[in-house]
């Protein structure tokens, strides 16, 4: 009872409804029947988590064909998941054998090898991480050739960034070229003007929301970056990625399926980066069919 409440206090009562309705009648991927086959045979590693989007009634219920997922987070004791330990490894399904689990910053995994893994999983993390493309090039150091980054990023439009305006990319550029890391703070004062409080209950009053702000490397609850489809798609093209299939989801969801290609292989994705074509025409964020 307690999380409806929450939930009726973060989205209102048609969210709610919806909500109770897609867990009642999951929605899932299109492009997910094409990647079945990779999750099942391969090993993968998921950056943050558990995340509920990857669970039997998620989006892109990996969780379910997968024998074999290793995690990554920041620290031994998170908001989200409270305490959580390399010995006891990362539970993903209760039918499978645990994963490793890893303790360490998602921007440098330095204790993983390269070309270690099959897949990557990253739901509601990248906008956690202060220098989100030295992340990605990190975690496409990690992936095997032709390996599959899944990434979910949040739509500011349905979240409590919605006040916000979109980072630009040039912005995402000066903090890799500077190389920012976990300490920055420079979005704190935007941060604190414009988060619609209302919208995340769990966060306290603004008293509290401040103090936790400006303590950010120690819980990694800020939103640093804030996005919309075409900047998301954006991120991914720089780095080098072949984007595979785009898909979005309401209240706040953008699913980017993407592969590690050769570095000597050009990576077309105009489809992907078209503002004007259909991908973005039938978003169902308003903010993408402005510029369509």
Not at 157 to 180: A, C, K, M, W, Y
Request: aromatic share 10%; glycine share 6%; proline share 3%.
């Amino acid at each position: 009872m307690k999380k409806l409440y929450i939930k009726l206090k973060s989205v209102g009562v048609m969210g709610l409804i919806k909500f109770l309705y897609y867990y009642l009648y999951p929605r899932q991927l299109v492009y997910y029947s094409k990647l079945r086959d990779s999750f099942k045979t391969g090993i993968g590693l998921e950056i943050g988590g558990p995340s509920s989007i990857f669970g039997h009634k998620g989006i892109i219920p990996v969780y379910l064909d997968s024998s074999k997922i290793d995690n990554i987070n920041f620290s031994n004791s998170t908001v989200w998941e409270g305490h959580i330990s390399d010995d006891e490894g990362f539970v993903f399904n209760k039918r499978s054998d645990a994963g490793c689990q890893y303790i360490g910053e998602a921007s440098n995994l330095e204790m993983i090898e390269d070309s270690s893994y099959d897949f990557i999983l990253s739901s509601h993390c990248i906008e956690h991480i202060a220098n989100p493309i030295k992340a990605l090039e990190e975690w496409i150091r990690v992936l095997k050739q032709d390996g599959l980054l899944v990434l979910v990023v949040p739509h500011k439009e349905g979240t409590f960034d919605h006040q916000r305006p979109v980072t630009s990319f040039e912005h995402l550029i000066q903090d890799f070229e500077n190389q920012i890391d976990e300490s920055d703070l420079t979005h704190v004062e935007e941060i604190l003007k414009l988060h619609d409080l209302a919208k995340d209950p769990g966060a306290g009053d603004f008293v509290a929301f401040e103090k936790r702000s400006k303590c950010n490397r120690e819980n990694r609850c800020l939103h640093h970056h804030v996005f919309d489809t075409k900047q998301a798609v954006e991120m991914v093209n720089y780095v080098g990625l072949e984007i595979l299939a785009v898909e979005m989801f309401t209240p706040y969801h953008i699913v980017i399926i993407s592969k590690k290609t050769a570095s000597d292989q050009f990576a077309d994705n105009r489809n992907y980066r078209d503002s004007t074509g259909a991908l973005y025409k039938n978003s169902p964020f308003a903010l993408d069919r402005i510029t369509a």
